[in-house]
């Protein structure tokens, strides 16, 4: 494999964008130069059908929420803001999402640190179901946890309509995102470093902790990038789920929805602005750390 | 050195049995049991759902959104990766980042921003189109928009690892041999990346068949005329009757078979990164 113009391509995100729908910016550098050349005239046309093509169906219409946000001016956004329903749903979907990005650090890495050093039969089997989550409709991802977790569970429980839903919810959707940015990264430590670390006398721990975990970090983090942004964007595995309950368990796509139902565009688009503000922050983020990977890595 | 071999097989297999349970709980046995609540009451239930003509109209119109949505992003993604990997300009940086936003937006505001440009009451652009006889929200414009915005990256993303793999010596070659544009890229650049595409096109017909947030709201959801198969799914699933839940379960059942087959389709046939080609 050639590496172009000085810069590794870094591993992160890969992977996770390839199965189906992961985000983030991370996974593409661009060559600086070598292979680039200015723009003709021919492709100079391209790029202004292309742009007219990405400002009407992206960037308008995401400035419109911006700017329907601010129509009420500071005052009304904060007022929509701090209504005491949006504020629950703000502070649920948070907290769920921050919870969900801690498990996913230790379940995600075990995962990926299985399927890359473990081999047993059926380990492709994994590979595909890691990626199921994201594959799958999000409403049909509902019914599928209402089957184990709801009324008519084998397991016993019912979690449907609860705060609990929530969380499963998202730990669904969010599955993949670490597993596949650090699998790859994984892949290419070099065995002998630890066995070096092995032959003098570190533990099986010492050796995860010193020498396999700081190369895995800026993955890890990656992923929890992901996962968070996706987590706190989910509807609609929560539609058949959750029960949508406000001040138990409504999230802020759902405050979003009934605020559209209810015609009340302004306080939409405020609750819409921050969760655009965090993918930005997130997509941001993620571009930061492939620069980084890529001049350290 | 014994003992240490012992207690590294046995964290290995307890981590292996952790990893299979939780995948187990998490993914596996749910996903068994929507199959297993599907053909519950037998094949002939299925089978009859899959002839109401709700359900027939909700496949079509959402296989035909996911078509167009697919065309647009096909064509959209070449174009974009090739001029963001081959040229330069000015803003390319941004550009880079920015494509990858809709798949970082959540769907519900990806529905509310479109119904503020395209609604053809309140929206900037939709009360013109609407007097040009387009009407975009609640109608299947509304639709494609909706499923062609959340779909957009994955093209690109698979495109343009390859397009900077591949280099540009054998286009120069073609092109300095007198291949005109056009040529050049149906000869040398279009067989190149071909997987690749193949790949891009299969994920975001995946992505596009099962997108509900933002098609929820653009849409409307009016049975036969702007339902598509999530939307049935969701409304059948609400309302009481045995026969509503065997539709719930019967296009669900559908749509996850098609995104597990995509799936399967992109896992064994992709080029293995880690093997030398």
Known sequence: ?????????????????????????????????????????????????????????????????????????????????????????????????????????????????VLVRDHFPGKQVLEVVIDIPLALPTIVAGLVLLSLYGPSSPLGVNWANTPVAVFLAFLFVTLPFIVRTVQPVLLEIEPEVEE?????????????????????????????????????????????????????????????????????????????SILLIVALVVIVILDVISRRVARYG | MADTAVSRSASRWALRVLVVGYLSLLVIWPVTLVARETFAHGLAPVIDALRQPEVIFAFQLTLSAAFWAVVINTIFGVGISLLLVRYTFPGR???????????????????????????????????????????????????????????????????????????????????????????????????????????????????????????????????????????????????????NSIIAYTAAFILALIAVLALVVVTCFRPDKETPR
């Open chain 2, 93 to 243: 940086r941004t550009l880079n980042a920015l494509v990858d936003l809709p798949l970082a937006v959540s769907p519900v505001v990806v529905g509310l921003a479109l119904v503020l440009v395209y609604s053809g009451r309140t929206g900037w652009l939709g009360g013109s189109l609407e007097q040009a006889g387009l009407q975009v929200i609640y109608a299947p414009p509304g639709i494609i928009l909706a499923t062609a915005f959340v779909s957009m990256p994955l093209v690109i993303r698979e495109i343009v690892p390859v397009l900077q793999e591949i280099g540009t010596e054998q286009e120069q070659a073609a092109s300095s041999l007198g291949a005109s544009g056009l040529q050049t890229f149906a000869r040398i650049t279009l067989p190149a990346i071909r997987w690749a595409l193949l790949y891009g096109v299969v994920l975001s017909l995946a992505r596009s068949l099962g997108e509900f947030g933002a098609v929820k709201i653009v849409s409307g959801g009016v049975a036969m005329r702007t339902q598509t198969a999530t939307l049935l799914v969701e409304e059948r699933y609400q309302q009481f009757g045995v026969e």
């Open chain 1, 1 to 113: 494999m050639t590496q172009h113009a000085g810069v590794v391509e870094p591993p992160l995100l890969d992977r996770a964008a390839t199965a189906g729908a992961a985000t983030s910016s991370g996974g593409r550098r661009l060559p600086r130069g070598r292979n680039a050349t200015s723009l003709t005239p021919a492709s100079g046309l391209g790029l202004g059908v292309a742009l007219l093509w990405f400002s009407l169906l992206v960037l308008i219409p995401l400035t419109a929420v911006l700017i329907q946000a601010s129509e009420g001016g500071w005052s009304a956004y904060w007022d929509a803001l701090r209504s005491p329903q949006t504020l629950a749903a703000l502070r649920l979907t948070v907290g769920q999402a921050i919870l969900v990005t801690v498990v996913n650090v230790f379940t995600g890495t075990a995962i990926a640190w």
């Open chain 1, 196 to 272: 070096a670390a092995a032959s003098l006398g570190a533990t099986q721990f010492t050796i995860f902790r010193r020498v396999i975990l700081p190369s895995l970090t800026p993955a890890i983090a990656s992923g929890a990038a992901l996962s968070f942004c996706r987590a706190i964007s989910e509807y609609g595995s929560l539609v058949l789920l959750s029960g949508n309950l406000p001040y138990s368990t409504e999230v802020a796509s759902v405050r979003i929805l009934s605020y559209i139902e209810g015609d009340k565009l302004t306080e939409a688009a405020a609750v819409a």
